[in-house]
T-cell receptor, first 110, second 115 residues
Framework: QKEVEQDPGPLSVPEGAIVSLNCTYS??????FMWYRQYSRKGPELLMY????GNKEDGRFTAQVDKSSKYISLFIRDSQPSDSATYLC??????????FGDGTTLTVKP | EAGVTQSPTHLIKTRGQQATLRCSPI?????VYWYQQALGLGLQFLLW???????NRGNFPPRFSGRQFPNYSSELNVNALELEDSALYLC??????????????FGPGTRLTVT
């Protein structure tokens, strides 16, 4: 069983929709939770990171962590075609090694 | 500010050869991480270097090795290449190992093809 499981997708939504991307994990030692966005043929780009359970908002993006359920989510409001990319969740015990989900490919249609 | 740079962009090798991939971190960053992203698979952690030392290693055979230089740039070496080593190799850097290893910034990657 993988330490991090990510909803596989792919996901296709109309412009303006609210998008929910989700990951579950099994290692209770994970302390930091990150979301990356990866465009085709590019390296991942750090979107947000959170430490504790709760919500963290940055513009149209909201990261949610529920440590009791070992579940994290990324919400994208008012989705735009430019949001079309693969989204990766990642977690770390702060030992330098980040464990990534396999990614969810999102397409936002105009 | 320049981001993480990697070279070469593409590398084609034959089975059994050795490959060397290079990474320059963001200025001021001391930690460098290497990941493998094979087609259809997620990022797999390879190696973490900080202050010139190997700090952590993923579940890869010893033919995957590397080093970090005094200027914090890094090199990944893959010996005795196998077809399954074909992948995008990503380098990331962070400010230091104690407080920001979760805040990693990635380069564009080196695409290695083994024929």
């Amino acid at each position: 069983q993988k330490e991090v499981e990510q909803d596989p997708g792919p996901l296709s939504v109309p412009e303006g929709a609210i998008v929910s991307l989700n990951c579950t994990y099994s290692n209770s030692a994970f302390q930091y939770f990150m979301w990356y966005r990866q465009y085709s043929r590019k390296g991942p780009e750090l979107l947000m990171y959170t430490y504790s359970s709760g919500n963290k908002e940055d513009g149209r993006f909201t990261a949610q962590v529920d440590k009791s359920s070992k579940y994290i989510s990324l919400f994208i409001r008012d989705s735009q075609p430019s949001d079309s990319a693969t989204y990766l969740c990642a977690m770390t015990t702060n030992a330098g090694k980040s464990t990534f989900g396999d990614g969810t490919t999102l397409t936002v249609k105009p | 500010e320049a981001g993480v740079t990697q070279s070469p962009t593409h590398l084609i090798k034959t089975r059994g050869q050795q490959a060397t991939l290079r990474c320059s971190p963001i200025s001021g960053h001391t930690s460098v991480y290497w990941y493998q992203q094979a087609l259809g698979l997620g990022l797999q952690f390879l190696l973490w270097y900080d202050e010139g030392e190997e700090r952590n290693r993923g579940n890869f055979p010893p033919r995957f090795s590397g080093r970090q230089f005094p200027n914090y740039s890094s090199e990944l070496n893959v010996n005795a290449l196998e077809l399954e080593d074909s992948a995008l190799y990503l380098c990331a850097s962070s400010f230091d190992r104690d407080s920001t290893s979760y805040e990693q910034y990635f380069g564009p990657g080196t695409r290695l093809t083994v024929t």
